[in-house]
C-alpha cells in the first residue's frame, strides 16, 4: 500500500530538466531512503513530492488526491517536510520553534490550546530536548539543532515525514543519533519516512525500502538487502566495491575499492598472497 505516489512526474529548473517521466509508490509505515550520487535528482524528486517545486508535467498524489489541489493547512496535517540546512529566527527558543509546527492545526477561532502544548511537550521529550527548551536554537550543537527541527516536524502530528538529507554536516555519532530517532519514530510512532541520504551504508541499515536515482530516474528500486549489488553500486556511483553483510545488522555493507584497494590488491598478488606475522617473544617474568 501507498499513501504518497508520483505518477509520470517531470520536474524542472527554468529550462533545466532534472526529473523526467518519473514514477514512484512509496510505501506506507516504512522508511524510505533515496540515494544517488551528486547531482543526480533524488533531492529535487523530495522537492517534488512534497510540493515545493511544481511539476512541468505530471502529479503527486497523497491518499488519491492531487497535492497541488489540497489547502496548505490540510496538506500540513498529513505531510511534514523539513529541508536541508534550514534556520530559524535570531533568538526564536526550542519550545517557540517546536511550537511552530502546531500552525496546521491553528485558526482565527481556535488559537494556542491544552491539547497543542501536549503534543509540543510530546515532541520535545521524544526527540531528547526537552531540556533545551528555553534556550536560542542557534546556540545548539548540529545534533541537537537537528532533533529541535524534526521536533518541531513532528510536533505538526502528520502521519508522513519527509527530510532532505538530515544528516548533512554532523559527525558520525551525531548522525547515527538522527537516524536512530527516526527509525523509532516510524517503528514506535507508525511514523512514514521519506529521506534523502549520501551515505550508502546508512541507508541500507535503517531503510526497509531504498530508491537509487541516476541521472533523473529510478535505477532500482526495493528493499536494500535485494537491490544493491556491486554491479549496481558501479552503475550508479561510479565505483568498485565489496559487499559484505553488516557485522552488526546483516545488511549490505558497501567495502569501496578504490585506487588504494588495487595497489594493495596488486601487491598482495604480487607477493603470492603471503604475510609474514612478527610476534614479539614474551619477556621473562
Known amino acids: 500500500m501507498s499513501q504518497l505516489n508520483a505518477h509520470k512526474l517531470t520536474l524542472a529548473y527554468e529550462n533545466a530538466t532534472i526529473i523526467e517521466e518519473l514514477s514512484l509508490n512509496i510505501?506506507?509505515?516504512?522508511?524510505?531512503?533515496?540515494?544517488?550520487p551528486n547531482g543526480c535528482g533524488k533531492s529535487t524528486l523530495l522537492r517534488g513530492v512534497s510540493r515545493l517545486l511544481r511539476p512541468k508535467t505530471g502529479n503527486v498524489t497523497l491518499n488519491s488526491?492531487?497535492?497541488?489541489?489540497?489547502?496548505?493547512?490540510?496538506?500540513?496535517?498529513?505531510?511534514?517536510?523539513?529541508?536541508?540546512?534550514?534556520?530559524?529566527?535570531e533568538g526564536l527558543t526550542v519550545h517557540e520553534l517546536v511550537a511552530q509546527g502546531r500552525y496546521p492545526h491553528q485558526s482565527w477561532l481556535q488559537q494556542w490550546s491544552d491539547e497543542d502544548e501536549r503534543v509540543t511537550r510530546d515532541a520535545l521529550d521524544i526527540t531528547g530536548v526537552t531540556e533545551f527548551s528555553d534556550r536560542p536554537v542557534d546556540t545548539l550543537s548540529g545534533?541537537?539543532?537537528?532533533?529541535?527541527?524534526?521536533?518541531?516536524?513532528?510536533?505538526?502530528?502528520?502521519?508522513?515525514?519527509?527530510l532532505d538529507e538530515p544528516t548533512t554536516f554532523l559527525d558520525l555519532a551525531f548522525q547515527i543519533e538522527v537516524l536512530d530517532l527516526l527509525h523509532h519514530l516510524n517503528v514506535e510512532r507508525q511514523?512514514?519516512?521519506?529521506?534523502v541520504l549520501h551515505d550508502l551504508n546508512h541507508a541500507c541499515r535503517y531503510a526497509d525500502y531504498l530508491v537509487a536515482v541516476c541521472k533523473g530516474a529510478i535505477a532500482a528500486q526495493g528493499h536494500p538487502a535485494e537491490i544493491v549489488t556491486e554491479a549496481l553500486v558501479k552503475d550508479v556511483f561510479g565505483i568498485e566495491c565489496r559487499i559484505i553483510p553488516d557485522p552488526v545488522t546483516h545488511t549490505p555493507l558497501i567495502v569501496p575499492v578504490g585506487k588504494v584497494g588495487q595497489r594493495l590488491n596488486r601487491q598482495s598478488s604480487?607477493?603470492?598472497?603471503?604475510?609474514?606475522?612478527?610476534?614479539a617473544a614474551p619477556e621473562p617474568v
Not at 144 to 160: C, F, H, K, P, V
Open 191 to 195: 511514523k512514514t519516512i521519506v529521506m
Open 65 to 89: 488526491e492531487d497535492i497541488w489541489k489540497l489547502r496548505t493547512k490540510d496538506l500540513a496535517k498529513m505531510l511534514g517536510i523539513l529541508p536541508q540546512g534550514p534556520v530559524a529566527p
Open 270 to 279: 604480487t607477493n603470492g598472497n603471503k604475510a609474514t606475522v612478527r610476534v
Open 143 to 162: 545534533g541537537q539543532r537537528q532533533r529541535a527541527w524534526i521536533a518541531m516536524t513532528l510536533a505538526q502530528d502528520s502521519n508522513m515525514i519527509l
Open 27 to 36: 510505501p506506507d509505515g516504512k522508511i524510505t531512503a533515496l540515494v544517488g
